[in-house]
């Protein structure tokens, strides 16, 4: 419940930062400890990844949808998955490190 809490506070804060390093600099002392352990490190990674490429402000998303004339609905349902990927594949880590 913990893991997903941060996962939850990790994606928030990304979505509001849109950058990946400033917002893994915001959200490493939510960690827990100086030096947090790599599947944390993994988490904050994932949901970064997950938060900036769902995010609907992401400067690169607006700007190829509106090139290319695409329906954002659609382009946002391919992007799910890879996403839902990403944030499975970091399970592994987290339960068995």
Known sequence: MADLLKTSIVLVLIILLLRRKVSMAAVMPLMGAP???PPLVALAFAAGFAGVILSPLHLCYVLTCEYFRADIARV???LFLPSAL???AILFPLNFW
Do not use: A, E, G, Q
Request: charged share 20%; aromatic share 12%.
């Open 35 to 37: 030096t947090p352990s």
């Open 76 to 78: 946002y349902h391919r």
């Open 86 to 88: 990403v944030m499975r």
